[in-house]
């Protein structure tokens, strides 16, 4: 959809940014206790560009996601994808996975589809900022610089009901003070310029 939006008007628009500081992990509701998950993925570095197949302008399938072990008294893992960098009010949701058994260590390239109201082992995909289920790929106005496209994996001690197919702000509410730990990848992606390096700064100062 946004990719249909004119160059002129993405320059216009560049600063423009729902700003890092609305990502769910900085989020001081959530009490995030300190521990990390060592989350990556084998397609693409932290703070490196994502490959064209995983956005708007190639397949548009989710990315392949593993991660490390979690804290003892892991009951189960959420996963939110956010885009604190889209022109709107506040960061534009790509992914939420919510449920996933706490033995989990990734997901598959694709993984993040709809299912309806969830999966046999109860693991749930929500809603994206588009009212949808599944993976809403990147899909940047034209000229509008480089996106951080922020995976955010919680490791949860309780596992709350946030209803069927979630969205943000009932996954948060689930969330809010029950984070053993959390891990972090960022992906970046632009339309109508140079590949940029990196693209993980504004992040960092937000949670500095």
Known sequence: ??????HWLGGLLRNVRAGHAGLAIVQEELQLPGASIDLSSPAFGNGARLP??????GEGVSPPLVWGPVPAGTR???LLVEDP???APRPLVHAIVW???ATERG??????VGDGSGGPDGR???????????WLPPDPPTG????????????????RDPGDTPGRAPLMEAMAGNVLAAGLLIGTYSRGEEAPLGGSAALRGAVA
């Not at 064209?52 to 302008?57: E, I, L, M, P």
């Not at 809603?127 to 599944?134: H, L, P, T, V």
């Open 1 to 6: 959809m946004l990719q249909h939006v004119p």
């Open 76 to 78: 189960s893992l959420a």
């Open 52 to 57: 064209v197949r995983f956005t708007a302008d």
């Open 99 to 101: 449920n996933l058994p």
């Open 107 to 112: 997901l598959r390239e694709g993984a993040i």
């Open 85 to 87: 960098d889209a022109p």
């Open 124 to 134: 749930d995909v929500g809603r994206n900022s588009f009212f949808a289920e599944g």
């Open 144 to 159: 509008h610089g480089s996106h951080d496209y922020v995976f955010q994996l919680f490791a949860l001690g309780e596992t």
